[in-house]
């Protein structure tokens, strides 16, 4: 099949409409087409097939796909945080202020992940560490699944009793040895509005890894929960308090189909600047770019970087209530399919603004181009990080940007416009 050759032409609304709401029901789905050719958007499970050495498939310089072939060393939890722990270490080998620990020895410009252990294999150290807090709550996730299916709480060590340890080799082993989970101190101080917990959605297309391109998408948005937040641990099993994720609140009494529990990225800074003040909200987004981007970096090494990909990720983050970002995970597919009249218009833009990035002007597909597209096409995004810019303006600008130093961090607003200014950051 081709997957994409020739010019991008979009089908009607009616019919990509239709194509996106079936884009979890299909391995791929076609996104336009005329005579003369196709765009597949493709699913995780059909990239594997098509990198498969066993399928034998080549593809040729205008065909284009939309996933790199081990995407998940990002998207899946367990690797994404072994990739994380691996480049802090590399960078503190490498004697880099980036790696700088306070007196307690946490790190203290890469200290954005949870706590995290992986399950079976961490069991042990999982323990030492709960057993120095023993009131703290964890969350265990299942590594492969999505829409929060498989995800728990837990308080307590004897409420694993789903997984068992062996006593002769004083090992913990878990009843389905194909399933690995990953358990994380769970963020029980999240900030809250109206009560209830949310997290942020936000889209991140990245043309490149080698070198590192990346854009942010400005239309992201809030996922709500139903019911209002508390910490009691007589509500741990209430996932329409804990888990975000639509798939789950959607099933809850209290789901609003009209807005359907989402505030879009522009309503969260103006609800902040009121109530935090412009300066604070700066902070706490110019701190979320920098997180998206040494996670990129992290993976970047290990990632195939092959030139027929490109990538859109959805970035899960949630904000603490001291205005702390903490990254929780990456989608490698994140949903197409819209709850909400506002979120079809959202993700119709989407697939548009990434296709015309992916594709520049609509013309042939070319897997050789620089890509990198004139600014006329970005539509929604905004350039996030070009490492070939950024290398040029010295080693140190990453410590200087994370420090605040520097007016390089995409999005910090300037002094007499008031306006955000683009720019590209190391």
């Known amino acids: 099949f081709r997957i994409m050759a020739g010019k991008v032409k979009w089908v009607t609304d009616i019919e990509k409409s239709v194509l996106i709401n079936n884009f979890e029901k299909r391995g791929w789905i076609q996104v336009a087409e005329n005579e003369d050719w196709n765009f597949y958007w493709m699913s995780v499970q059909t990239i594997r097939n098509v990198f498969s050495v066993e399928t034998g498939y080549r593809l040729s310089d205008d065909q284009i796909v939309n996933h790199f072939p081990n995407h998940y060393e990002l998207t899946r939890k367990d690797l994404m945080v072994k990739n994380i722990k691996r480049y802090r270490k590399e960078l503190e080998k490498e004697g880099s202020p980036l790696a700088e620990k306070d007196e307690n020895g946490k790190y203290i410009y890469l200290d954005f992940v949870p706590v995290t252990f992986m399950l079976p294999a961490d069991y042990n150290l999982f323990v030492e560490e709960f057993r120095k807090n023993p009131s703290s709550t964890w969350i265990m996730k299942p590594c492969g699944k999505a829409q929060g299916k498989g995800i728990f709480l837990i308080n307590k060590l004897s409420q694993i009793k789903k997984w068992s340890r062996d006593s002769k080799t004083s090992s913990f082993v878990s009843q389905s040895s194909k399933e690995a989970y990953v358990i994380s101190l769970y963020i029980n101080n999240p900030l809250l509005i109206g009560g209830k917990k949310f997290d942020l959605r936000l889209y991140v297309l990245v043309s490149t890894y080698r070198p590192l391109r990346c854009y942010m998408y400005k239309l992201g948005f809030c996922r709500f929960c139903t019911v209002k937040y508390t910490p009691s641990t007589s509500e741990l099993d209430n996932m329409f308090v804990h888990l975000t994720n639509v798939a789950i609140q959607k099933h809850g009494d209290d789901y609003n189909h009209i807005h359907g529990g989402k505030w879009t990225v522009s309503n969260l800074r103006l609800y902040l600047e009121s109530t935090r003040g412009k300066e604070v909200t700066n902070k706490l987004f110019d701190e979320i770019h920098w997180i998206i981007v040494q996670s990129l970096k992290a993976v970047a090494p290990v990632m195939n970087n092959d030139k027929h990909c490109f990538e859109c990720y959805g970035y899960d983050i949630i904000i603490d209530d001291k205005l ?27 697939i548009n603004d990434t296709l015309n990035i992916a594709v520049p002007n609509g013309e042939i597909p070319d897997c050789k181009w620089n890509k990198s597209p004139p600014k006329e096409v970005l539509g929604n995004y905004e350039v996030l990080y070009d490492e070939e810019m950024a290398q040029s303006d010295g080693p140190d600008r990453d410590l200087r940007s994370r420090s605040g130093q520097s007016s390089g961090l995409k999005g910090n607003r300037g002094r007499d416009s008031g306006k955000p200014v683009l720019t590209t950051w190391k």
Do not use: G, M, Q
């Open 324 to 350: 702390k970002p903490w990254l929780i995970e990456v989608n490698a597919s994140p949903s197409l399919t819209s709850s909400t009249a506002n979120d079809r218009i959202l993700k119709y833009n989407l």
